[in-house]
């Protein structure tokens, strides 16, 4: 059975730093493109990025040079490294992966940027 758990989240000052992980377990992690995505209420989950197996990396727009993707596959772990955090980024951040036809998802964390 595949599970993702997130841990990292928190409430930053607009400027701070913070560094999502996700533990995975269930797939061979190394084989596999991982994603984050992030929801606001109200709002559809939106990609923010995504890692392939090859460690090739993807970034929306709005968090490139900002926000750093990475993964660990000795731990099977995917990391989000999240800096010059703006109130914007305020949401709950997913880590994803599909799996034999199915998305699978944790139950998220969630990033609070705020004076």
């Known amino acids: 059975q595949v599970h993702l758990v997130e841990r990292g989240g928190g409430l930053v000052q607009p400027g701070g730093s913070l560094r999502l992980s996700c533990v995975v377990s269930g797939i061979n992690f190394r084989l596999y493109p991982m994603n984050w995505y992030r929801q606001t209420p109200g709002k559809q989950r939106e990609l923010v990025a995504n890692i392939s197996s090859e460690h090739k990396t993807y970034y929306v727009d709005s968090v490139k040079d900002r926000f750093t993707i990475s993964r660990d596959n000795v731990r099977t772990t995917l990391y989000l490294q999240m800096n010059n955090l703006k109130p914007e980024d305020t949401a709950v951040y997913y880590c994803?992966?599909?799996?034999?036809?199915?998305?699978?998802w944790g139950r998220g964390t969630q990033v609070t940027v705020s004076s």
């Open positions: 994803n992966v599909y799996h034999r036809g199915n998305q699978f």
